[in-house]
Every structure is written in structure tokens, then in C-alpha cells.
């Protein structure tokens, strides 16, 4: 297991996030990034999209929709990393993961683009 702070952590989310190229980003809508040290009890998760997808989103949606949320688990990646940099590796494909099902793309797409 890797030892890094929490705030080590939300640093290396936040530059998971810096990474997305501005013309994705300035398409994301209504979606917020948090981290979490643990999933729910019983899921073996790195991160976890909740909300509608753009892709399934109305006109009617947005009147008193909360945002969709991203959550990126702390523990279950320091447990599965050998090293900080596995780690930021790590937090970048899960960041992209999670915003790819913000875009409507499910996981047997993002396997056969290669995003495991």
C-alpha cells in the first residue's frame, strides 16, 4: 500500500482533471469531482459515476437536477499501487472512466478502447 496524504491524493485528482482537454471539459455540465477514502460497503471501486448522462439528458432534466457526481475512492488505490507514480497514473484512468460514463460511454466501450 502507498502512504499519501489526503491531500496528496486530491492533488493528483486535481491533476487528473487538469489533463482533460478544455474542449471536453467545457462539455462536462452539472457534475461534480469528490473524493472519498472508501466505496460503499460490499463495492471493490477506484471511482463511481452517479447521475444522468449527457447523452440522456432532455430539455426537461435540468429544471432542479443536482449535480451528477464522480467520486474517486482513496484506499482501494493506494492498496492497488506499488508507487506515488502508480498512483497518479492510476487517478488519471479512473478520472477519465468516470467522465467517460459522464459522456454516455459505457464500460464495454471503454474496454474495447482500452481503458480497463
Do not use: K, Q
Not at 77 to 87: F, H, K, Q, S
Amino acid at each position: 500500500m502507498v502512504e499519501m496524504s489526503r491531500e496528496e491524493f486530491e492533488d493528483a485528482v486535481r491533476d487528473a482533471l487538469d489533463e482533460i482537454p478544455d474542449e471536453l471539459a467545457a462539455m462536462m455540465d452539472n457534475v461534480v469531482v469528490l473524493v472519498e477514502d472508501d466505496p460503499p460497503p460490499g463495492e471493490d471501486l477506484l471511482g463511481l459515476y452517479e447521475g444522468t448522462p449527457l447523452t440522456e439528458r432532455t430539455s426537461f432534466w435540468a429544471a432542479g437536477s443536482l449535480p451528477d457526481r464522480i467520486t474517486i475512492y482513496r484506499n482501494p488505490t493506494l492498496e492497488l499501487c506499488e508507487d506515488r507514480d502508480d498512483v497518479v497514473e492510476e487517478v488519471a484512468v479512473t478520472v477519465v472512466h468516470e467522465i467517460a460514463h459522464h459522456f454516455g460511454i459505457d464500460d464495454d466501450r471503454l474496454h474495447a478502447l482500452g481503458w480497463d
